[in-house]
Every structure is written in C-alpha cells, then in structure tokens.
C-alpha cells in the first residue's frame, strides 16, 4: 500500500489524474497478485502434504 501511495501521490498534488491513474496499475498488479498467490500456494501446498501430487 505504500508503493501505491508514492506512486500517486506527487501526480495527484499536481493535478495529473491520468498519470496518477497510470502510476498505480503496478502496485495494484501486484497487490492483486499477492493475493492470488497466497491462497493458491497454500492449496498446492495442502496437495504435496497430503501426498495427492
């Protein structure tokens, strides 16, 4: 969440909304990203633990 402020803040004090808008597409990539991850990493890891794999 930090990237994501740093990312916008300096174009949303200028007034730019577009690049604003255009600088916080990464971080919520990866914030998005994270999320699925971790709840699919958990699922493959109950899988090799259980021995289904």
């Keep these: ?3 994501l402020a ?3 803040a ?3 004090v200028a007034g ?3 690049k604003a808008l255009f600088d916080a597409v ?3 990539l990866l914030i998005g990203w ?3 991850e971790g709840e699919e990493g ?3 890891d ?3 633990r259980a021995g289904s794999v």
């Design 34 to 36: 994270s999320e699925v």
């Design 26 to 28: 990464g971080p919520l």
């Design 46 to 48: 109950a899988e090799l």
């Design 16 to 18: 730019r909304l577009g």
């Design 10 to 12: 300096e174009p949303l």
């Design 6 to 8: 740093l990312n916008v």
């Design 1 to 3: 969440m930090a990237t």
């Design 42 to 44: 958990a699922s493959v």
